[in-house]
């Protein structure tokens, strides 16, 4: 199977730590994306991490992975209200034709940050 | 430097018509992905384009084709369009190396009555 699933919704106040996850079913995956979505806008790569890595950190953003359980999270310190966005996991796979770079997204996750 | 554009933004047809929408990458990327996003889904995989050549192709059906031109630039065609191709259509431009990092555009909003 090639799903990837998230939590559809999740609220924080502003200044406390968000924590977005993510189950994937491919174990081929090599890499594996978190993409920010703002309303009516594209998506916005934030970071990736690389399947044999456990925890990637980039300023406020940390991931981690846990291959065994397949299982990716996104956490952001000190959640800010332009922080309120949908979040997309997505895991990078070859195509049925061995060259092709297709992701396989989540539904996504409400982040709704309060004042 | 300009990332990935579409055109057009938003787009209104009726059923069974034809459409084309139009992808440029941002430049030096030679690979260029289609996405279909569903209101309230995540998005979905349509082709993706390498070197002017197709590369991969999702689940959709053959009304469904695009192409890359020699500038890298390229074009979504749906023909007999359905009530159900309403959807943000993405367009997304990598190196189509290892790590393909896919950068995405704003998308083009499609709306089928």
């Known amino acids: 199977g090639e799903d990837v699933e998230q939590s559809l919704f999740l609220s924080v106040r502003e200044g406390d730590s968000s924590v977005i996850n993510c189950t994937y079913t491919?174990?081929?995956?090599?890499?594996l994306y978190w993409y920010k979505q703002e309303p009516g806008a594209g998506l916005q790569l934030l970071t990736y991490?690389?399947?044999?890595?456990d925890m990637k950190q980039d300023q406020r953003l940390t991931v981690l992975l846990n291959k065994k359980d397949k299982h990716l999270s996104l956490r952001i310190a000190d959640t800010q209200t332009g922080d309120s966005a949908i979040y997309f996991c997505?895991?990078?796979?070859?195509?049925?034709?061995?060259?092709?770079?297709?992701?396989?997204f989540g539904s996504g996750t409400q982040l709704t940050v309060l004042p | 430097d300009a990332g990935v554009t579409q055109s057009p933004t938003h787009l209104i047809k009726t059923r069974g018509q034809h459409v084309t929408l139009r992808c440029s990458p941002i430049?030096?990327?030679?690979?260029v992905s289609w996405y279909q996003q569903v209101l309230g889904q995540g998005p979905q995989f349509i082709f993706q384009?390498?070197?002017?050549?197709?590369?991969g192709r999702g689940n959709f059906p053959d009304r469904f084709s695009a192409r890359q031109f020699p500038n890298y630039s390229s074009e979504l065609n749906v023909n007999a369009l359905l009530l159900g191709d309403s959807a943000l259509y993405l367009c997304?431009?990598?190196?189509?190396?290892?790590?393909?990092?896919?950068?995405f555009g704003p998308g083009t909003r499609l709306t089928v009555t």
């Open positions: 491919d174990s081929s995956s090599t890499y």
């Open positions: 997505a895991e990078s796979m070859e195509g049925a034709s061995g060259s092709a770079r297709q992701l396989t």
């Open positions: 991490i690389f399947s044999n890595m």
């Open positions: 384009y390498y070197e002017k050549e197709e590369r």
């Open positions: 430049s030096g990327h030679k690979s």
């Open positions: 997304a431009s990598s190196l189509f190396n290892t790590k393909d990092e896919q950068y």
